[in-house]
Nanobody, 115 residues
Framework: VQLVESGGGLVQPGGSLRLACAAS????????MTWYRQTPGKERESVAS????????IYADSVKGRFTISRDNDKNMVYLQMNSLTPEDTAVYYC?????????WGQGTQVTVSS
């Protein structure tokens, strides 16, 4: 199992970023996927989840209306479109398949929101 996150960077408050996660080593279309984020000294928190077919999504209250999770099962990719970013969104972002694959994590991608 391999998960490779990309798309992070430095962005000003109010800006946007689109994160991507490339998954391999498992049958991607069988698994719901979740984006998590973590800041130093804090536990990793769930940001957004999407069902295996993409038909259902769930968002943390802190990102609802600003972030959109999507997936492309043909490409084994999951995305996180992040709009109206604030400094509180600064974190390392990870994708995860959960369930029996929950122990597999990528290296994450750093998102820094700062002026």
């Amino acid at each position: 199992v391999q998960l490779v996150e990309s798309g992070g960077g430095l962005v000003q408050p109010g800006g946007s970023l689109r994160l991507a996660c490339a998954a391999s080593g498992f049958t991607f279309s069988w698994y719901g996927m979740t984006w998590y984020r973590q800041t130093p000294g804090k536990e990793r928190e769930s940001v957004a989840s999407i069902s295996s077919t993409g038909g259902s999504t769930i968002y943390a209250d802190s990102v609802k209306g600003r972030f959109t999770i999507s997936r492309d099962n043909d490409k084994n990719m999951v995305y996180l479109q992040m709009n109206s970013l604030t400094p509180e969104d600064t974190a390392v972002y990870y994708c995860n398949a959960g369930g029996a694959l929950g122990r597999y994590w990528g290296q994450g991608t750093q998102v820094t929101v700062s002026s």
